[in-house]
């Protein structure tokens, strides 16, 4: 299906009562008042496009990843979301397959901001730096692959999750020493994570992310966290250290929403106030998957097409829904196109 341009406006209008804006954790001061006025707006997300020109594996059509891009593009173009979040593993290998989809990107009429998958940073050793300027990531976050911004009266917030990782380093550097010395520790005592082509956050990104989360609480912001890997519900395919990262989210007043790929059949949980979703990939299945996020000061409306379903994310229930935990992984697709 696709949603007029007018029927769309109308969705994101609707207005919200103030009250309706309540926390469970701490407030920062005199935040929320104001908070409860801004302005509804929309942003797109697309994970694991993971396009490559190989015939379709394990579920996997990679070489028809492109064309569903491209109508998905034009689609995201008729909506005009504000800009696109880019999950990660924008491909499956090589630097070819990475200038190709950069090449559709650039028919997007709205920004994109990418973050690294495990496929991502695995193309040819000497093609990685122009891969890593081609994605802007030499410009954004100190080019340490992750970064944030404002946006409306909310903060964006990128991890690079692959930034202890044996895929992103090369063996025999102290990074990659790092990485190995980690996954041993996991699968030492069995984690269910324990994998290579998952990896962690360091300490200095996870200070990081605490001092952006804290200046989205003085500024009165509310913070979106966005990463390829998920840290809940807890599955195979989270980072290294999702403990660590979630309690950090959690423990934020601002976190509301933390978005994530690399598990292509998507999951979904709320813990503590913050939403957990993670979107279904693009090149699994012979369906597409991709969602719009209708953001307004009490909730977050996913629309989801192809296999990706729709739901409504309260931003005061999940504050009020503290001590529970609720898991999601309902399979109905919603709209598709
Ligand atoms: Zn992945």
């Not at 935040?31 to 697309?46: E, L, Y």
């Not at 496009?49 to 579920?59: G, K, V, W």
């Not at 956050?201 to 913070?223: C, F, H, M, S, Y």
């Not at 279904?280 to 409306?301: H, K, L, N, W």
Request: aromatic share 10%; hydrophobic share 40%.
């Amino acid at each position: 299906m696709s949603i007029s341009r007018r029927e769309w406006i109308r969705t994101i209008s609707v207005s919200v009562p103030a009250a309706l804006w309540e926390r469970q954790r701490p407030e920062a001061a005199g935040s929320d008042k104001s908070f409860a006025n801004k302005r509804p707006f929309s942003f797109a997300a697309i994970a694991d496009i993971q396009y490559c020109d190989s015939a379709p594996a394990n579920n996997r059509y990679y070489r028809d990843s492109l064309d569903r891009l491209k109508r998905c593009i034009e689609h995201l173009n008729s909506l005009r979301p504000d800009f696109v979040l880019l999950l990660g593993d924008l491909i499956d290998a090589e630097f070819a397959s990475l200038e190709r989809v950069l090449t559709v990107l650039r028919d997007l009429t709205m920004p994109f901001y990418p973050v690294l998958g495990n496929h991502d940073v695995q193309i040819e050793q000497s093609r990685r730096q122009q891969a890593w300027r081609m994605l802007g990531y030499d410009r954004r976050g100190r080019g340490k692959g992750y970064y944030d911004f404002a946006h409306k009266g909310w903060r964006f917030v990128a991890l690079n999750g692959t930034d202890v990782s044996l895929l992103a380093h090369r063996p025999g550097t102290l990074e990659y020493q790092r990485a190995m010395q980690w996954l041993a520790q996991l699968k030492g005592r069995k984690a269910v994570n324990a994998y290579e082509w998952n990896s962690g956050i360091g300490p200095e990104q996870v200070q990081w992310l605490k001092a952006a989360l804290d200046r989205a609480t003085n500024a009165g912001e509310k913070a979106i966290v966005f990463c390829h890997y998920p840290v809940f519900p807890v599955s195979s395919h989270v980072l290294w250290n999702h403990v660590e990262v979630a309690g950090v989210l959690e423990a934020s007043p601002a976190t509301v929403l933390y978005l994530a790929g690399h598990k292509h059949d998507g999951d979904y949980g709320v813990r503590n106030g913050v939403h957990y979703l993670t979107l279904r990939g693009m090149v699994e299945t012979p369906q597409t998957a991709y969602s719009v996020f209708q953001v307004s000061p009490d909730q977050i409306r996913v629309v989801g097409f192809g296999r990706e379903a729709s739901r409504e994310l309260p931003l005061a229930a999940a504050g009020k829904s503290a001590a529970k935990t609720r898991f999601n992984n309902h399979p109905n697709p919603s709209e598709t196109i």
